[in-house]
């Protein structure tokens, strides 16, 4: 059986958002690029790409 990998990253398409999964709370977490949080327009409906780095399935 292959193991499921959830994404553990992703980039918004269309405001340039950048998350990173937080394994300890479960949850989504803005990626800060220095003092810069990345997180793109608020009012934005997210595009998510996680194609670029996500395989679900193990090898
Ligand atoms: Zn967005």
């Not at 998350?19 to 709370?25: A, G, H, I, Q, V």
């Not at 793109?40 to 395989?55: A, K, R, S």
Request: aromatic share 8%.
């Amino acid at each position: 059986m292959a193991t499921v990998i959830p994404p553990k990253e992703r980039v918004c398409e269309r405001c340039g958002r950048h998350d990173e999964w937080d394994d300890e709370t479960d949850a989504w977490l803005i990626v800060s690029d220095g003092d810069e949080k990345q997180v793109g327009n608020p009012h934005c409906l997210h595009e998510w790409d996680i194609n670029g780095n996500y395989n679900p399935f193990e090898d």
